[in-house]
């Protein structure tokens, strides 16, 4: 059970957009900056969005990420079949004192 | 060019310990406010923090595994070491290091798979 709470699976036709969500609480999502991670099959994560919108050096800006309140949001438009992936959110916790990952999202471009 | 690589067993025996070494080249281990972190996949799963250790020695656990788990840094080698006590096949995950830069983790190792089994 992860403490961030995001969707399994999102799907979407290539071309098209789509959002992926995370739920979180006060003491991690409120008050610290949330990061996004992609995994493509059989790789390590990589950083795609860091302090809740800003996108690392290469990362296209079809990525995007914001924040309201307790939850994060990655949006990815163009959608394009490499972005198949699995996309997680994480977060420093200043409760549990401890970095928190989602449970991860499973995107398939159909 | 920041690049961070695991190295350590493929196989333990349950009860064993599990010792990962994570050497780090383009990165000074006493950087600031930065540190470095071991997060695990099992497989088909999610990532799961374990640890983390910054430049200043301050050091993280996860609060679940807290007491099986150890992580230091030689920072004349430029490696941090997470043991992990009493294993068991729950275990089995690929573990990967990555860099922590107060916010985020914009690098990370490729990552090793370790199985727990008899």
């Known amino acids: 059970q992860s403490v961030l709470t995001q969707p399994p699976s999102v799907s979407a036709a290539p071309g098209q957009k789509v959002t992926i969500s995370c739920s979180g609480s006060?003491?991690?999502?409120?008050?610290?900056?949330v990061s996004w991670y992609q995994q493509l099959p059989g790789t390590a994560p990589k950083l795609l969005i860091y302090?809740?919108?800003k996108r690392p050096s290469g990362i296209p800006d079809r990525f995007s990420g914001s924040k309201s309140g307790t939850s994060a949001t990655l949006g990815i438009t163009g959608l394009q079949t490499g972005d198949e992936a699995d996309y997680y959110c994480g977060t420093w916790d200043s409760s549990l004192s401890a970095w928190v990952f989602g449970g991860g999202t499973k995107l398939t471009v159909l | 060019q920041v690049t961070l690589k695991e190295s350590g067993p493929v196989l333990v025996k349950p009860t064993e310990t599990l010792t990962l070494t994570c050497t780090v080249s383009g990165f000074s281990l006493n950087n600031g406010r930065m540190g470095v972190s071991w997060i695990r996949q099992p497989p088909g799963k999610a990532l799961e923090w374990l640890a983390h250790?910054?430049?200043?020695?301050?050091?993280s656990y996860s609060t679940s595994l807290k007491s099986r788990l150890t992580i230091s840094k030689d920072t004349s080698k430029s490696q941090v070491v997470l043991t992990m006590t009493n294993m068991d096949p729950v275990d089995t995950a690929t573990y990967y290091c990555g860099i922590h830069s107060g916010s985020y983790y914009g690098d990370w190792g490729q990552g090793t798979l370790v199985t727990v089994s008899s």
């Open positions: 006060s003491s991690n999502i409120g008050s610290n900056y």
């Open positions: 250790i910054f430049s200043n020695d301050e050091k």
């Open positions: 302090e809740n919108n």
